[in-house]
Each structure stands twice: as structure tokens, then as C-alpha cells.
């Protein structure tokens, strides 16, 4: 069982800049991906970015691509997201996901810190 703690949201205003954290506790064994996602009031949750445990390949979606930066620190059990020239559309609640290899959908979930970008 793996737990997953965000932080790291606040409000800023548009064209600003965060840095959100994951810890990641307890059994951490396999090989994972870590993943960002979002959800904005009354939308779905969307996938952000994504780095692999090992290989640290990344992936984002378009509407983030050369703002956001996913990084891994593996010793410290720690996933960040720096967040870059943020927009309003950016806002929302932040989530950190674990998917195993090999697995079909991401498992684990922390439960969110909220982003607001607003003049």
C-alpha cells in the first residue's frame, strides 16, 4: 500500500509560477509511473504530466507543454510539478497518481491541493 500527501498549491496571479510536491510513503517496490492530474469546478479530472520511475521519460499534456516541468527524486520519495507562466485556465485541484507497470489504470491517489491563477 502506497500513500501519496500533495503540497505546494496556493493562489497567483496569472503569469506566476508554483512548485507542487508529492510524497511518496509506504511499499514503493516495482516499477511505477508517477503522474500529475487536474480537475477544474465543474469539469473532469484531466492528466497533466507524467514521469516514469526509472527511465524518468515524461509526458505531457499539450495545453501544458513547455510551461509545466515533472520531476522525480526517487531517494527522497519525492515527485514535483513546477508550474511556469500559469494561466487562469490552469486552476483547479491538483492530484499525484502512482500506475504500476504493466497495470492498466493509476491506483493510488493523494487527495489534491488546490492551484487558483487569478488576476
Known amino acids: 500500500q502506497v500513500q501519496l500527501a500533495e503540497s505546494g498549491g496556493g493562489s497567483v496571479r496569472p503569469g506566476g509560477s508554483l512548485r507542487l510536491s508529492c510524497a511518496i510513503s509506504?511499499?514503493?517496490?516495482?516499477?511505477?509511473?508517477m503522474g500529475w492530474f487536474r480537475q477544474a469546478p465543474g469539469k473532469e479530472r484531466e492528466f497533466v504530466a507524467s514521469?516514469?520511475?526509472?527511465?524518468?521519460?515524461?509526458s505531457y499534456a499539450d495545453s501544458v507543454k513547455g510551461r509545466f516541468t515533472i520531476s522525480r527524486d526517487n531517494g527522497k520519495k519525492m515527485v514535483y510539478l513546477q508550474m511556469d507562466s500559469l494561466k487562469p485556465e490552469d486552476t483547479g485541484v491538483y492530484y499525484c497518481?502512482?500506475?504500476?507497470?504493466?497495470?492498466?489504470?493509476?491506483?493510488?491517489w493523494g487527495r489534491g491541493t488546490q492551484v487558483t491563477v487569478s488576476a
Open positions: 509506504g511499499r514503493t517496490s516495482s516499477s511505477y509511473l
Open positions: 514521469v516514469a520511475q526509472i527511465t524518468s521519460v515524461t
Open positions: 497518481a502512482r500506475k504500476l507497470d504493466g497495470s492498466a489504470d493509476y491506483d493510488s
